[in-house]
């Protein structure tokens, strides 16, 4: 069956932003969070990104409005029934398999089902569906709106055509797709988690400050430096990845979590969303 339906779950910073990738290519979208607050936010975040795109000449008026025509808030989880569902939500396996559980009564067979995880191993997230076939990853990089790769990661039990389809799908998102196996952090993740593991190393040996280890990054060909990015990405986010993977391989010391990133987060210094990570920023 074709794709013309989706269904994103979570409305943060990746939610969003995949959502309106796929409403400004046409597809009729449903965004939904459990956080009804969240969700109203989203909205007006989304236009905000738009009016952002205008002004910089990337988007018009009119693309706007298109696109938002095609965007549509979910109040109920029993709205979801379409044809792909991506899930965005917080990284952690119990409440993704719950989600995932409760979409496969509401939909049909011919739903595909994909997350766009980090870290989590696909196999293990579909093991709890009826039909893991019909999962994969489907990893979208932040800002979704602007990152051109998505890595569509097959499972276990992930048959060819549904990686082929949603292979199909990323294209026609002007996205580059490229298919990634099921194994911790995938690809980009797995080779850049070194670039935040080890400046968080030299901070803790006191090697470098956080402004100079990003300005000697940026001069070295960077866009940005290690710091400036975990701040970017969300804290959070970028420290529950981390902590994933060092538990997938098996503590191995390399991928070992870093001791200030986890008191930013115990604090609730998330960065550029919070206003405050490793730099202080202006809120809106």
């Known amino acids: 069956m074709p794709i013309n339906k989706v269904a994103v779950l979570g409305a943060g910073t990746m939610g969003q932003g995949i959502a ?15 956080d009804q607050n969240l969700s109203a936010k989203a909205t007006a975040s989304i236009d905000q990104n738009f009016n952002n795109l ?32 991506i899930e965005a939500v917080v990284e952690k396996l119990e409440i993704k398999q719950k989600l995932f559980a409760e979409l496969e009564k509401i939909n049909g067979d011919d739903c595909i089902f994909a997350s766009n995880t980090s870290s989590i191993s696909i196999t293990q997230m579909a093991s709890s569906l009826n039909k893991p076939s019909r999962f994969a990853g489907l990893h979208f990089f932040n800002p979704a709106t602007v990152m051109k790769l998505v890595e569509v990661v097959g499972g276990a039990a992930t048959t060819g055509d549904i990686l082929d389809e949603l292979k199909k799908f990323a294209i026609s998102l002007n996205k580059i797709a490229v298919e990634a196996k099921d194994s911790p952090g995938f690809i980009v993740n797995r080779v850049a988690r070194h670039y935040y593991v080890e400046a968080l190393k030299l901070l803790e040996e006191g ?23 975990m701040d970017l990405i969300g804290m959070d986010v970028n420290f529950a990845v981390t902590s994933s993977m060092y538990q997938a391989f098996f503590q191995d010391s390399k991928f070992r979590p870093s001791r200030i990133q986890q008191q930013k987060v115990m604090a609730g210094n998330l960065g550029r969303k919070t ?3 490793f730099y202080e920023y202006k809120k809106n």
């Open 207 to 229: 090697v470098a400050d956080v402004e100079s280890i990003d300005k000697l990054m940026r001069s070295a060909g960077f866009k940005m430096g290690p710091f400036e990015l």
């Open 54 to 85: 205008i002004a910089k000449g990337k988007a018009t008026e009119q693309e706007k409005q298109n696109a938002l025509s095609h965007l549509k808030i979910a109040k109920e989880l029993t709205e979801l029934k379409v044809d792909l569902v």
């Open 275 to 277: 206003g405050k990570g």
């Open 20 to 34: 309106q990738v796929c409403a400004m290519r046409g597809y009729e979208t449903l965004l939904f969070d459990i």
